[in-house]
Every structure is written in C-alpha cells, then in structure tokens.
C-alpha cells in the first residue's frame, strides 16, 4: 500500500474552495481563465450556469477540476462544455486516474444536469500533449466533436515595419472593410477602464454581429 499512488475524489466545488481552485488553475502551463471561477460567474449572468467538480487528494489538495457552463437547450434538457478544460496534473503519477475521476464526475453531473452533450475541450501546453491527449481520449472512450468552439490555434501577427507594412500583410477582403467601415462613419473607442456603457456597446456589436452571422 505504501508505494500506491494517492486516491483523489471528486466532488462538487463550494465557495471555499474558490481560492485553492484559482491558484491551481494559474500553477497549470494549460490553465486558462475560462477555467476560473470568475469567468463561471460572468457566464452565469447570460444563461450558462457553472458546475464546478474538484478532484482532491487526501490532504484535501487539488489535483483537478472542471467547470461545466450549463445551459437550456428546450424540452428540460441542457448541454454543457468545459471550456479549455478538465485541468489536472498531468505530469503526477496517477495523472491518469485523476482525469478518469473527473470524466467519472463530468459524467453524473451531464446525467443531473439532463444535458444532451458534455463538450470538453482540454488544452495543449508541452511538446507531446497532443498525443497525449487524443490517446487519454481514446482510452476514455470519448468522441471527437465535429467542431471546435474555440480556436485551435493562436495566431502571430507581426506589428514591425510600420504602418504601411503592416495594412500590406493584410487580406485584401480585410482592408476594404476597414475602407468601408471608416466611409460609413464607423469609430474605435479604447476603453481602459472597463466602462458599463463601453462593454454593453460591445456586448450589443457581438450579438448584432451573431444575429448576421446566423
């Protein structure tokens, strides 16, 4: 028993574990701030509910967790994604189990939430987790999803060479919209401050933007 690596159990997360749950996601190379607690509750304010599952150790430390945005999709019925998540400590010894227990967990709680789907979508940090990745994912039984809800990738724009150079490295399709846009009186506003005003003119260009886009 000894030489057995640490059993970790999943549960449900409460506010006190909120200050442990944001320090693991900020000591994880793949965490991301989807997978923090404040992002759940933003998100909760615009129909995506979080369910949050930790996976502790016996000393009552984490090893992973998962944030599930829950939202209705009609007829009782939900679906929920994890966002740039499950984390977990995928260089321990047991990284294995831990990601079994939390798929374990995400599991029940797609089954208590009524969801349709649980969408998980981990991310890459080190040379190799992409394949690490897709075999847990085979081990686990899970399938890949037809689409991605976040970018795969992260895309490097070079901003040297000044102005002109950098209007050239654009796509043409991509200029004569600006060219349209500053015709039609289109402006920009920087705000630093974080503005209600200012993000509720952005949060109504992202749904307009939506609505277009079908």
Do not use: C, N
Request: glycine share 10%; net charge positive; proline share 7%.
């Amino acid at each position: 028993m000894s030489g057995s690596a640490p059993r970790v159990v999943v549960r449900g997360a409460t506010a006190a574990d909120r200050p442990a749950w944001d320090a693991f996601v900020a000591s994880r190379p793949e965490g991301d701030p989807l997978q923090a607690w404040a992002w759940g509750d933003v998100t909760a304010g615009f129909g995506e509910r979080p369910h949050r599952l930790v996976a502790v150790r016996p000393d009552g430390r984490p090893a992973g967790l998962a944030q599930a945005l829950v939202r209705a999709a009609g007829a009782g019925r939900s679906v929920a994604y994890v966002p740039h998540g499950p984390l977990w400590e995928r260089e321990a010894p047991d990284a294995e189990a831990i990601l079994r227990a939390l798929l374990d967990g995400l599991g029940q709680a797609g089954r208590d939430e009524r969801a349709i789907v649980v969408k998980l979508d981990p991310r890459s940090a080190r040379p190799g987790d992409d394949e690490a990745l897709r075999a847990a994912r085979r081990r686990s039984g899970l399938r890949p999803a037809r689409h991605d809800l976040q970018a795969r990738t992260t895309r490097m724009v070079d901003l040297t060479g000044g102005t002109e150079a950098r209007w050239a490295r654009w796509e043409p399709d991509a200029r004569t919209r600006v060219r349209r846009a500053a015709k039609e009186g289109v402006t920009t506003l920087v705000d630093r401050a974080g503005a209600p005003a200012a993000l509720a003119v952005l949060a109504e260009l992202h749904e307009q933007t939506a609505q277009r886009a079908a």
